[in-house]
Structure formats: structure tokens, C-alpha cells
């Protein structure tokens, strides 16, 4: 009865411009979380191509972000930890001293780390099989693709914490 024709809407035939379709708050948003869910998730399971996938999501609205950053707070938090990843700290917990491990973890502020608490028991996709869990818990602390030592005992795991905190300044004599 009220139906409206192409001619009533003179704009419903133009071609949408990309750039505006970015500053939407709920796409653009939608497009940066999922470039800063590949980045994070590339590194986490040791996935380059989950990292380029981030990084062409990143570079499809560059030109957007460049000429409006204020309307892009969320690619630009993508992009922030594209150019400089999160550690990661991957912690396979045993159920017998599960909550030593996690209370120790808790104390400190790691700002640019990623802290990752897996029960021993629980099946891991094949990327992160490597990153078993031992008689008792173990820490895998990585940055960007490459995991150092593991950390066998809660004395690593303190030193390796206190190490790397914000909490550092406390411990200086």
C-alpha cells in the first residue's frame, strides 16, 4: 500500500564508500576485533597466517584510520599490538597446585602480557599440543612466535613474574 519506489529514494541506488562503511561503529568495530582476535590468536597458536590475515584487515582501512583516527579507537588498538605484540604467558595447570599457580600469577601486573591458564587436563588444538602440562604446573612465557624456557616451579614462575611487572619497582633495594 505505502510502498516506496527507487525514484522516492534517489540514494538507495549509490554505490556505499567503503571508508564511511569502516567508521560505523558496529562494522568498523567488528572489523578491528577480528584483526586484533587474528593477531592475538596467530600468536598464541603459533599461526603466521592468521597474523596476515590482521594485517590485511588492518591495511583494507588504513586509508580510513589515517584520515579519521578518532573514529577508529578500536583498529587502532589492533594495530598498536600488531606493530608491537603481547607476550604471552600460557600456564598448564594440574589440579593439585592449580591455585598456588594462579594466586601467584595474580599479584603482579603484567600490562603487555597475555596470561593464559589451561587445566592439564583439558584436550589442546594440535598448534599448542607442544605446550604440555608436566606432573605438576608449567608456564610456556613466549613473545611474539618464540617461547623461551619453560617455567617448572612456582620459583621460576616468581622471578619470572617479578621480572616482568609493573610491580618491578618494588623489589629494587
Known amino acids: 500500500m505505502f510502498k516506496?519506489?527507487?525514484e522516492d529514494n534517489p540514494t538507495s541506488d549509490r554505490p556505499t564508500n567503503k571508508s564511511n562503511l569502516l567508521s560505523v561503529e558496529?562494522?568498523?568495530t567488528g572489523n578491528a576485533i577480528?584483526?586484533?582476535s587474528l593477531n592475538r590468536l596467530g600468536y598464541l597458536a603459533g599461526r603466521q597466517d592468521y597474523i596476515d590475515a590482521a594485517e590485511r584487515c588492518l591495511k583494507s582501512a588504513w586509508r580510513s584510520i589515517n584520515n579519521h583516527p578518532i573514529s577508529h579507537c578500536a583498529?587502532?588498538?589492533a594495530l598498536n599490538e600488531y606493530l608491537a605484540p603481547a607476550d604471552i604467558l600460557i600456564i598448564r595447570s594440574q589440579a593439585s597446585n592449580k591455585e598456588d599457580w594462579e594466586a601467584i600469577s595474580q599479584q603482579h601486573y603484567l600490562a603487555s602480557t597475555m596470561v593464559y591458564t589451561i587445566p592439564a587436563e583439558e584436550t589442546l588444538h594440535d598448534s599448542l599440543?607442544?605446550?604440555a602440562a608436566g606432573k605438576t604446573s608449567?608456564?610456556?612465557p613466549c613473545s611474539g612466535l618464540q617461547c623461551q624456557q619453560p617455567l617448572e616451579n612456582l620459583t621460576e614462575l616468581q622471578t619470572y613474574l617479578r621480572n616482568n611487572s609493573y610491580r618491578v619497582l618494588e623489589y629494587i633495594d
Open 75 to 77: 583498529f587502532l588498538n
Open 129 to 131: 599440543a607442544q605446550k
Open 138 to 140: 608449567i608456564a610456556y
Open 26 to 28: 558496529a562494522v568498523g
Open 34 to 36: 577480528a584483526a586484533l
Open 4 to 6: 516506496k519506489s527507487v
